[in-house]
Every structure is written in structure tokens, then in C-alpha cells.
């Protein structure tokens, strides 16, 4: 089992800025935020390696910057030029023997 401490989330005005992190009992290799948003499927906001290397979704590049603290086991997300549409739970992911996913934190962004 993986236990997760995520935090961060929140109320925020649209163009304000937020940091999620999110730090799993275990070491993993590849990690990921994933959000949802109300009566939408869970989508991949963004992806970092084991090494670094980064992947994001269209809708976010340029506003987020996933990053990783391998010996803290720990992941976060720098979310700027928040926008009404980024409002969803967004869950942390991170890959070891199989995928585990973290508890979610609400972040939610007013117009």
C-alpha cells in the first residue's frame, strides 16, 4: 500500500496562481496530476519522469510546471494564470509496482 499527503488546493481568483504537492510514502518512478472536473472524465494535466523529463496537457502549457523532490517522494504543480475552467479535483498519481492514486484536492477557480 501507498499512503499520499496531498495539499495546496483552494479557492482562487481567475488569473491567481496556486501549488499543489503531493508526497507518497514510497518512491516512484513516473508521477502525474490528474484532474475532474463536474460531469467530465478524469484527464492527464501533466507528467514528469523519474529523470525529469515532463509532459503536459495542451490546455495547460505555459501556466503549470509539474516538478518532483525525489528524496522527499514528493510531486508538485505550479499552477499560474488560473482560469475558471482549470476549477476540478485534481488527484496525484504516481507510478511503483502497479498506479496509485491520491486522495484529490479541490481547487476551484472564480470569474
Known amino acids: 500500500q501507498v499512503q499520499f499527503v496531498e495539499s495546496g488546493g483552494g479557492l482562487v481568483q481567475s488569473g491567481g496562481s496556486l501549488r499543489l504537492s503531493c508526497t507518497a510514502s514510497?518512491?516512484?518512478?513516473?508521477g502525474g496530476w490528474y484532474r475532474q472536473a463536474p460531469g467530465k472524465q478524469r484527464e492527464l494535466v501533466a507528467q514528469i519522469t523519474i529523470g525529469g523529463t515532463t509532459n503536459y496537457a495542451d490546455s495547460v502549457k505555459g501556466r503549470f510546471t509539474i516538478s518532483r523532490d525525489n528524496a522527499k517522494n514528493t510531486m508538485y504543480l505550479q499552477m499560474n494564470s488560473l482560469k475558471p475552467e482549470d476549477t476540478a479535483v485534481y488527484y496525484c498519481n504516481v507510478a511503483i509496482s502497479y498506479y496509485y492514486w491520491g486522495q484529490g484536492t479541490q481547487v476551484t477557480v472564480s470569474s
Open positions: 514510497r518512491s516512484f518512478f513516473t
